[in-house]
């Protein structure tokens, strides 16, 4: 734990802890919800779609190291089992149960969007009371919005390829 990184946050430190913590339980599930998504997707560009969501999948795994890097220099402690995950989730869990790749695109741009909202609100809540929180959030809401933008464009090449049939 960083003693004088603690000292600095004009916020506090237990709230902040929670929000962090709450972002990683979902970013452990979207993690797994792209991963496993990625196994079983079936449909028209499987493949283009497969390759983005194990991209996904790989950088959701990068915004967990991030939030638990943060976690610990504010002296608290990460989620230590999954099942904390569902306990605390912000934007929960779907599971690719029908695999056709735009029940799965529609899916993970929930997830994406209800992301976005979440580090927005983590950036409001830091701005000005902690600027190295703050800069990771600015920095995963942007991720979460190239991730958006990712699926709706397969989303709109599925349907354009649908409609000039
Ligand atoms: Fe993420
Ligand atoms: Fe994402
Ligand atoms: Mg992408």
């Known amino acids: 734990m960083g003693t004088k990184a603690q000292e600095i946050i004009g916020i506090d430190a237990s709230q902040l802890i929670e929000h962090l913590n709450k972002a990683l339980a979902d970013e452990w599930l979207a993690y797994y919800q792209y991963w496993i998504g990625a196994k079983v997707a079936k449909g028209p560009m499987r493949g283009a779609v ?3 969501l194990e991209e996904h ?3 959701e795994l990068g915004h967990a190291l991030l939030l638990v890097d943060r ?9 230590l089992t999954p099942q904390d995950w569902y306990k605390v989730t912000n ?3 779907e599971a690719p149960e029908d695999p056709y790749v735009e029940v799965l695109l529609k899916q993970n741009i929930a997830g994406e969007q209800c992301a976005i909202d ?5 950036a409001d809540l830091t701005k ?3 600027p190295v929180t ?4 600015l920095q995963i809401m942007t991720d979460e919005i190239v991730h958006e933008e990712d699926l709706q464009a397969l989303q709109e090449d ?4 649908k409609s000039r049939k």
Do not use: H, R
Request: proline share 3%; with cysteine.
């Open 57 to 59: 999948a790989t950088e």
């Open 134 to 137: 703050y800069e990771m959030a």
């Open 128 to 130: 000005d009371v902690d």
């Open 91 to 93: 934007c929960g869990y």
């Open 71 to 79: 976690i610990l220099q504010l002296g608290g402690t990460p989620l």
């Open 158 to 161: 599925i349907e354009l390829m």
């Open 118 to 122: 979440v580090y927005k609100a983590l």
């Open 50 to 52: 497969t390759v983005e």
